[in-house]
């Protein structure tokens, strides 16, 4: 009896000393586990994910009896008997351990499914008897607070189920991009094995093993009547089926996008929450636009590339054995769709056989098909070798280029009205060297639909959009004439273009700018000519007649610039800035001078669907209401700043249509459709930029070295980054008609000559029509009301049709210049007959 009590009290104390530290269980009815970021595109599609914890958390009324029969058989089968332990599997295990430790095999364990969660969240995975005591006591104080059904929720999204997965939500995912619903009974199974040892029945590395085990967990459900024994008969005949999950961004070519969108959202919310918070992500990106974005620079960058020599050949490989396995071997970022890299086989002076880098199937492993085709001399022609000074002659046979054994890109060739035919025809690719971006925005509200931010992401995810800082040369000058345009000056003003020569200060020699052809000057010219040919003799005169500060202040409201330096050379575009931030400036220009930021996110929800930010922060109060009962419907209130007056943005659109008609950026003629833009180039053509807009889509595209050095003389704005953007128009815009400018009320319209900015004669070859401000057009001019400016615009391209006013535009009224600004010297001149001064 006294051995007895001292047995009690010591077991007693055992308990006690346990029990007196234990953590409190109730913290799991507010567990918030980690939960995966989910990011999307603007029409729902799943662009990336982002998790430590790779979990998607789903409560037990979404998740299939068949997934928790599957998980009970396997581990539990007396879950809903057990009140936290279970008795008869202890002494079980008891007696298989005793028989084990004699033969020296693996002891097993009895740990119910409350202690797995017991275990799993609240203590360590020490292998102690003191945590085992721990876990027992606090599995009947869970079994006792907690229902099964939330013990099952709790265990089921917490597991470790192998390949970076968390919860069966996400392990369904992973092995099959299923959901939960879709799972067979031998998907079920084989989840229901990996709790213990996911590693030790890894599909890929194991899956005799992994089949083996799936079929034990079957027969167990057969065994306890959650499945038919026919139906388990049929689930173990099944393969696994797992197939490698795609990870990172899963639209095409959003790459970059999804970098950009993941970085706004740690500077918004921070690193814990992007990877652990459940966080659901509406961006604003168009996948079609965004496919359209990536070819159209992609071809961009390849025509420059191509206009530049051949660089020669990835590598050399010998043919002996599989030249597959020799291809796949070799340690490349990855092929850039639809580009795919190939070894030359055999080679003549017409063609070349060549053979395709092998893909891999589902499950990882490398396909035993060997794809073959053809190169033929034609798609070599390009390729002239580049030398140290310049280049050499064009190939004379395709051998002068290509041999056996050569690696290199290839893309499939495209058919043409001559040669409609070219199936198993490629043509020879190198990866550019030169560099570039693109980004397409909604200028009304500011929605990036579409960014690329080079030609790879795989090869670097410097995102050349957002990141890179370049000098945007005369594409800045849409913003100094804006400037004028807002302080007093018409497109009809008098500017000299002519020699310049400005004093730096004592000992500093005179800066003396120049136009991009080196001697040439037009004279005394109108405002609108300097825009359309880019003139930047015309341009440093007009910003050294305003002065510098108030162009800094513009530059900072139309978000280029946070703090230009006041110097003349800044009015050329010397500064540095982004091409977001330009496409946001020529946005404000197209949306009738209101105030847009570029966004790449319309709204994130909490794990429980809760909107906790949103781009658009305008309030709504009648949006709230449950039903409608014959009220108004919501009116949303434009509370954003006006940059610039309405006629003055329509005036520099007016403007930038005709640096398309007759200016530096014809090559965009061809869509015959309204479109305005601007080129820019940078001393020794070191940046090439062209940001073009329609009244409803602006897009803007710069090419350069990483490394800022000369594309090379004539490689200017107009002829390398235009035709990406005329591209992009091209094929964005194929199946929507042209659409006019909408002109503002009170805008008038007059007959001009284009070199003098007078009237019109009758007959004049060079008369076009001006947009004028009330009370700023010329003397003795015949005006045409701002109604008609739509329809004559529309004339131009063959349409017709007046589009509405700007919100907000007062007939014959101008807002003038934002509060604040200071006022332009030397603007009593610019008003001189109607046309301006000389300067």
């Not at 309030?619 to 700043?641: K, Y």
Request: charged residues 20%; neutral net charge; contains cysteine.
């Amino acid at each position: 009896m006294i051995v007895f009590v001292a047995v009690a009290a010591a077991a007693a104390f055992v308990l006690w000393k346990v029990s007196k530290d234990l953590p409190d269980y109730e913290v799991l009815a507010k567990y918030e586990p980690p939960v995966m970021t989910r990011i999307h595109a603007n029409d729902g599609n799943l662009i990336a994910e982002f998790a430590r914890e790779r979990r998607i958390y789903v409560p037990f009324s979404a998740i299939p009896d068949r997934v928790t029969e599957a998980f009970i058989s396997a581990e539990d089968k007396n879950f809903y008997q057990h009140g936290g332990l279970d008795i008869q599997g202890i002494l079980r295990a008891a007696v298989t351990n005793l028989s084990s430790a004699q033969s020296g095999r693996r002891m097993v364990g009895a740990s119910t499914i409350t202690q797995q969660v017991a275990k799993n969240f609240l203590l360590s995975s020490d292998q102690t008897m003191e945590r085992k005591l721990k876990e027992a006591i606090l599995a009947i104080r869970i079994e006792r607070a907690f229902t099964k059904e939330q013990i099952l929720e709790l265990y089921l999204n917490e597991i470790y189920l192998g390949a970076g997965a968390y919860g069966v939500a996400a392990a369904a995912q992973t092995y099959w991009d299923k959901s939960l619903n879709e799972l067979s009974i031998a998907d079920c199974a084989y989840l229901a094995t990996l709790p213990k040892a996911p590693s030790n029945y890894n599909p890929f590395r194991y899956p005799e093993r992994a089949i083996e085990r799936r079929n034990w967990v079957v027969d167990r459900m057969v065994e306890n009547g959650f499945v038919t024994k026919e139906d388990g008969e049929k689930a173990k005949a099944e393969p696994l089926g797992v197939q490698v999950r795609q990870t990172g961004a899963r639209l095409a070519a959003s790459e970059f996008f999804a970098e950009e969108v993941r970085r706004d959202i740690i500077d918004i919310f921070g690193e814990d929450k992007l990877y652990g918070g459940g966080l659901s992500v509406r961006t604003t990106l168009d996948p079609g636009l965004q496919k359209i974005a990536r070819k159209t620079l992609v071809d961009g960058l390849v025509a420059y590339d191509h206009r530049h020599g051949w660089r020669g050949v990835v590598k050399n490989v010998s043919l002996e054995g599989d030249w597959g396995k020799t291809l796949a071997a070799i340690n490349l970022w990855p092929d850039i769709d639809p580009w795919r890299l190939a070894v030359v086989l055999e080679a003549n002076k017409d063609t070349a056989k060549i053979g395709l880098r092998p893909t891999r199937t589902s499950t990882g492993a490398l396909s035993k098909e060997r794809e073959t085709g053809t190169i033929p001399f034609s798609e070599v022609q390009w390729a002239r070798p580049k030398l140290k000074n310049g280049m050499g002659g064009s190939p004379r046979v395709l051998t002068d280029t290509l041999k056996p054994g050569d690696v290199i890109y290839v893309s499939p060739r495209e058919p043409t009205d001559k040669v409609p035919d070219v199936t198993g025809q490629w043509s020879l690719e190198q990866v550019p060297a030169v560099g570039g971006a693109i980004v397409a925005m909604d200028p009304h509200t500011g929605r990036v639909l579409a960014l690329v931010g080079g030609f790879s992401f795989a090869e670097s995810q410097f995102d050349r959009a957002v990141q890179a800082r370049r000098q945007p040369g005369s594409s800045f000058k849409p913003i100094i004439y804006s400037t004028a345009l807002d302080n007093g000056y018409t497109p009809a003003s008098i500017i000299v273009d002519g020699p310049l020569c400005i004093s730096q200060g004592a000992g500093m020699p005179q800066w003396c700018p120049k136009n991009y052809e080196a001697g040439s000057a037009a004279g005394p010219s109108t405002l609108r000519f300097g825009i359309e040919h880019s003139r930047n003799l015309m341009t440093v005169r007009l910003s050294n007649d305003m002065g510098m500060p108030i162009i800094v202040e513009y530059a900072r409201r139309f978000g280029v610039y946070d703090n230009l330096m006041p110097m003349l050379s800044m009015a050329l575009g010397a500064g540095e800035t982004t091409l977001i931030r330009m496409v946001g400036a020529y946005g404000i220009i197209a949306n009738g001078g209101k105030q847009v930021k570029p966004t790449l996110i319309d709204r994130v929800q909490d794990r429980y669907g809760r909107t906790i930010w949103q781009h658009d922060d305008r309030e709504c109060p009648d949006c709230a209401a449950r039903e409608w009962s014959g009220q108004q419907e919501p009116q949303l209130v434009d509370d954003r700043p006006q940059i610039i007056d309405p006629m003055t943005s329509y005036q520099m659109i007016h403007i930038m249509e005709g640096v398309v008609q007759r200016g530096t950026a014809q090559k965009l003629k061809v869509l015959n459709r309204p479109i305005a833009g601007k080129t820019g180039t940078t001393n020794d053509e070191k940046d090439a930029w062209f940001i073009g807009f329609t009244p409803d889509l602006v897009v803007g595209a710069y090419i350069g070295f990483d490394n800022p050095s000369p594309l090379g003389h004539g490689e200017t704005g107009g002829n390398v980054s235009a035709p990406v953007v005329r591209d992009f128009f091209k094929i964005a815009l194929a199946d929507q008609p042209p659409i006019p400018f909408r002109a503002p009320a009170g805008i008038k319209l007059v007959r001009v000559n284009l070199k003098t900015g007078l009237p019109a004669t009758p007959g004049d070859p060079k008369a076009i029509m001006e947009a004028f401000k009330p009370t700023q057009e010329p003397l003795g001019a015949v005006v045409s009301d701002g109604e008609g400016a739509d329809g004559l615009a529309a004339e131009e391209y063959g349409q017709a049709g007046p589009q509405e006013a700007f919100p907000g535009s007062v007939a014959g009224q101008a807002p003038g210049p934002p509060p604040g600004t200071p006022p332009a010297p030397g603007n009593d001149r610019a008003l001189t007959s109607g046309t301006g001064g000389l300067y």
